[in-house]
């Protein structure tokens, strides 16, 4: 087994991100649909993710020691792939297939097509009920990995995922680590607009959940918070990372209207080229990240 060794300089994992937003973008224009808001914004986060917080072998993708990652906004899985595709679980030339009919790589993931899915998701509000499955079973088999699930916060208006919320709490089930988007926008509009959610520290301190808020384009801050809740003991983590929709590209940026769009192929070319003045900008260290 050769466990995923960390990459840990900021300026590496920035331009990672970088390229992973550019290939999002490329993918879901070649596939005429899918999510763009919220898988450039996350980019960051799953960037950290992969390259350097997970316990996971991209070789061995079954290997029974290996941290469990559940996507609960399916939706934005383009941003999963690229993640997985850079390093390592797939060539990088299979993200062009995103959503063509027979691919691995559907709209939302299928946990039989692609090795390295957990879960098959889509339904919103079911990912923090299947983490808790997933961290009792690892507890009755003796196992110490952690469970992430990622979750929007749009979904927090869901039932469901407060079940969770209160089943992990009352079992104690301190190897689960949960990542909420807090992008504030859904497909009809901003989330307070629609059915208002703050303050999410608030509600899940009062569920007996560990709580920290970050903002989820810092590494420094995502990477401390994930190491902070690896110590948790005795309670649930939930970190709560403020998040830029459309992260990059100045006319997605915030835009709800992006939620559930793809880019036309001049939007994508605008869209690339400030993605490469980024990119310019974190290698000559002029960028703020």
């Not at 027979?102 to 299928?110: D, F, K, S, V």
């Not at 952690?146 to 089930?173: C, I, R």
């Amino acid at each position: 087994m050769a466990e995923h060794q960390p990459i840990t300089d900021d300026k590496q994992l920035a331009l990672l991100a970088n390229t992973i937003r550019q290939d999002v973008l490329k993918a879901l224009t070649a596939a005429g649909s899918g999510h763009p808001g919220g898988s450039l914004g996350m980019a960051d986060i799953f960037t950290a993710l992969y390259f350097h917080a997970l316990k996971h072998d991209p070789q061995n993708p079954t290997w029974q020691e290996r941290d469990r990652l559940l996507l609960s906004n399916g939706h934005i899985c383009p941003v999963m792939y690229a993640a997985m595709a850079h390093v390592g679980y797939f060539p990088t030339e299979e993200l062009m297939t995103l959503r063509k009919f027979g691919a691995r790589l559907q709209g939302h993931p299928h946990r039989v097509a692609l090795p390295g899915i957990e879960t098959t998701s889509g339904p919103l509000g079911s990912g923090v009920s299947q983490a808790v499955g997933m961290a009792l079973a690892a507890r009755l088999d003796n196992k110490r990995h952690h469970v992430y699930v990622l979750t929007s916060d749009g979904e927090h208006q869901e039932g469901n995922t407060w079940e969770g919320v209160m089943m992990a709490a009352a079992y104690k089930l301190d190897n689960i680590i949960q990542i909420i988007d807090r992008n504030n926008i859904q497909i009809e509009g901003n989330t307070e607009d629609v059915m208002p959610l703050d303050s999410l520290r608030a509600k899940y301190s009062a569920f007996n959940w560990n709580v920290r808020e970050i903002d989820g384009h810092n590494f420094s801050q995502i990477i401390e918070a994930i190491n902070w809740a690896k110590d948790s003991v005795g309670k649930p983590t939930v970190i709560i990372a403020t998040t830029v929709p459309g992260r990059g590209v100045s006319f997605m940026e915030h835009q709800y209207s992006w939620h559930g769009k793809a880019p036309k192929p001049e939007e994508l070319a605008a869209a690339l080229k400030e993605l490469q003045t980024i990119r310019e900008q974190i290698e000559t260290n002029t960028y703020d990240y």
